[in-house]
């Protein structure tokens, strides 16, 4: 577990889920924006922590990138494009996610080499 907690995706993860979850509190929202941020945001940070704790969960970073698709459209699918603030938050936490997602998938793909997926193990 000291590996899977020394990488920075998941940490940055964390971050970005924090702070797109605790934005509504110092910018203005409607219930729509302040919901869809709390709750993707909480999600984000979740998949975090729980691929710190669980790295062999391939699906974890996935999960994660889907998530931040999720927040990058969800001004325009929850009506909140036009409040600059929560719309930027969410548009900027949601492109931050997908790289943060696109950077922890290689390195979790390698932990499975040579368990059954058909690649020889490097020494």
């Known amino acids: 577990m000291k590996a899977a907690m020394a990488r920075w995706q998941d940490w940055a993860a964390v971050v970005i889920g924090v702070v797109v979850a605790l934005s509504p509190l ?19 940070a979740v ?6 704790m669980s790295a062999e969960m391939p699906a974890l970073p996935w999960a994660m990138g889907v998530l931040g698709v ?3 459209l969800s001004p325009w699918v929850m009506g909140f494009a036009d409040m600059a603030g929560a719309a930027w938050t969410s548009w900027i936490g949601g492109v931050l996610t997908v790289l943060t ?8 793909s390698r932990l499975h080499i040579g368990h059954g997926g058909g690649l020889a193990t490097h020494h």
């Open 26 to 44: 110092w910018m203005d929202t409607n219930d729509a924006a302040m919901w869809s941020m709390i709750v993707l945001g909480a999600l984000v």
């Open 47 to 52: 998949a975090g922590l729980a691929h710190m």
């Open 70 to 72: 999720l927040m990058f």
């Open 101 to 108: 997602a696109m950077a922890a998938m290689p390195e979790g």
